[in-house]
């Protein structure tokens, strides 16, 4: 395998819970057999911090998800500076579709950054079954 995963979030020290939902779904990424040669997870305010993902990976290509529930401020702005993408955060950047310009060839890497994982129209159907969960476990109608 030649690529890394690295799925990104807030992070914050105020919290020690607020690293936890990136951390579970990388661990069962990594244990799914998707094929990646790594799956990190990466934060913009906590280490390991996101702007160190190239000496994170030791592939030639590296994905960066967002793990928001929509794309904004962070996802168009901040982490595309960390990144390295854009060279400073401002109007331009959530202006322009970011997300597009891939691939970008940087400190040595082929990086792949994605819109945020809530934009996924399959979102819906997760919404759903935690629905049916619940209803099940607490006949709810």
Do not use: C
């Amino acid at each position: 395998a030649q690529t890394t995963l690295i799925i990104t979030g807030h992070g914050t020290g105020l919290n020690q819970n607020s690293t936890k939902a990136i951390r579970d779904q990388a661990e069962l990424i990594a244990k799914s057999g998707a094929g990646y040669a790594a799956v990190l997870d990466a934060f913009m305010e906590e280490q390991p911090f996101i702007a160190e993902w190239a000496k994170m990976s030791q592939t030639p290509n590296v994905i960066v998800v967002p793990f928001f529930i929509s794309d904004g401020l962070h996802s168009y702005q901040d982490i595309p500076v960390l990144l390295g993408i854009e060279a400073e955060v401002g109007a331009a950047a959530s202006q322009r579709e970011v997300f597009r310009h891939n691939p970008h060839h940087l400190r040595g890497k082929t990086l792949y950054y994605s819109s945020a994982i809530g934009t996924e129209r399959l979102l819906a159907d997760v919404i759903l079954d935690q629905i049916e969960d619940f209803d099940r476990d607490h006949k709810a109608y």
